[in-house]
């Protein structure tokens, strides 16, 4: 069994070149994780054609709705027989619980609690107080009291996380290699520190997809696990 927690995040706008990728840095991985840009663009069969490559799929659609619309959305992706699904831990309790009542038997369902490109500024322009690690928290909370598998976070709230749930699947993205750019991510760790805090998975997009050598970009992170 393919044991690496690194996921790759294939946000490329074009198929032919993000298969490309994924095959090049395949050896180095443990899956591929397929969100909104490369969803919108190309579809079911975006997906089935990224499948081909053997690699779990991870699609990251962030599904955030009333419970009924979020349920059908679900139904509706059972045949692309994805490993994890994302849905917003702010939908709320009953969307969380009929996400994970309508997802395929094998699939995870994992909701993201507070977007790694937040802090607490942003947090409170939107009406919301406290700390982001307290945000996460309960989010992460309510995520385990809806039957959900995990949660979506950064790795400066995971540790907290794993404590309160011990048997948690743990995403963690906004992951930079110590020398990396952070660009939109505010909530960042390296992927060592995130691993070490107790991530189950570790999302990782530009520090692999946009370096110069994509394949020595992947297999530099997977030596510092
Ligand atoms: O659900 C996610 O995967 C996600 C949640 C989150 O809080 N932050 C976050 O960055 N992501 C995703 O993780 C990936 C991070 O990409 P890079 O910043 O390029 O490594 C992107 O595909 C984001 O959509």
């Not at 053997?54 to 599904?63: C, M």
Request: with cysteine.
């Amino acid at each position: 069994m393919n044991t690496n927690p690194i996921y790759l995040a294939l946000d490329l706008p074009r198929l032919e070149s993000a298969e490309a990728l994924a095959r090049k840095v395949a050896g180095h991985i443990g899956g591929l994780k397929l969100g909104m840009e490369f969803f919108y663009a190309h579809g079911h069969h975006g997906v089935h054609e990224i499948a081909k490559i053997g690699l779990p799929i991870f699609l990251d659609l962030k599904l955030h709705d009333i419970p009924n619309t979020v349920a059908a959305a679900m139904q509706s992706i059972h045949v692309l027989e994805p490993a994890i699904v994302t849905v917003h831990a702010s939908g709320g309790r009953a969307m969380m619980e009929d996400a994970k009542a309508a997802a395929g038997e094998h699939c995870k369902v994992v909701a993201v609690t507070l977007l790694t490109s937040l802090d607490e500024a942003d947090m409170a322009a939107t009406g919301v107080g406290g700390s982001a690690h307290d945000q996460v928290l309960r989010l992460a909370d309510l995520a385990h009291s809806a039957g959900l598998d995990g949660i979506v976070c950064s790795g400066q709230e995971v540790g907290a996380v794993h404590r309160q749930w011990k048997d948690g699947f743990f995403v963690v993205p906004g992951l930079r290699p110590a020398e990396g750019k952070t660009g939109d991510q505010k909530r960042t760790v390296t992927p060592r520190a995130a691993r070490d805090a107790g991530a189950s998975v570790l999302v990782i997009g530009r520090p692999i997809s946009r370096a110069e050598d994509p394949v020595a970009a992947a297999r530099a992170i997977e030596a510092t696990l």
